[in-house]
């Protein structure tokens, strides 16, 4: 079995739980001496102050000793949660982006319609204006032409 004692030889950082209970059973074989020697009555006031004292120890020595895996986990804890924050960050960053585009695609789009319709009205005025000899031959290109940009207007969305 362990020298009790050898716990009290320890440096104070490196004392763990056992330690504090080996301490606690030599300091309680040092009472029972003084007890045999001097009686209780020696004692009774001093005993109860150096079990607290003792109590103390424990808990102070147990915060101290960090089980290394609970420390690993710790640090593990701390990086993936970091990891997720610059997820976050980055999925952020891109749904702006993504945001930013997708105006861009919209003004873009509303610009073409806007095209569009002005080329279907130049095309109506110049129609009107051509001779009726020369607007019979186009008014069937006209329609074909006025259905594509009823397909081009629904393809980007328009109406």
């Not at 290394?68 to 993936?80: A, C, I, K, Q």
């Not at 980055?90 to 319609?113: C, F, M, P, T």
Request: proline share 2%; hydrophobic share 40%.
């Amino acid at each position: 079995m362990e020298d009790f004692g050898s716990a009290l030889e320890k440096n104070a950082a490196e004392l763990t739980v056992m330690d504090v209970y080996d301490i606690a059973a030599v300091v309680g074989q040092e009472f029972e001496r003084i007890i045999d020697q001097h009686g209780c009555e020696a004692l009774a006031r001093l005993m109860p102050k150096v079990v607290r004292v003792l109590e103390i120890l424990e808990v102070l020595v147990s915060r101290n000793n960090i089980n290394p895996e609970t420390e690993e986990l710790r640090l593990e804890l701390d990086r993936l949660r970091l990891e997720r924050m610059d997820r976050m960050e980055k999925e952020r960053k891109h749904k702006k982006e993504l945001e930013l585009v997708e105006d861009v695609w919209r003004g873009e789009a509303q610009d073409l319609l806007t095209q569009i319709t002005q080329l279907q009205e130049e095309n109506k005025n110049l129609l009107t204006n051509l001779s009726p000899r020369d607007a019979s031959m186009t008014v069937e290109a006209f329609h074909k032409q006025e259905g594509q940009g009823y397909l081009t207007r629904k393809a980007l969305g328009g109406t």
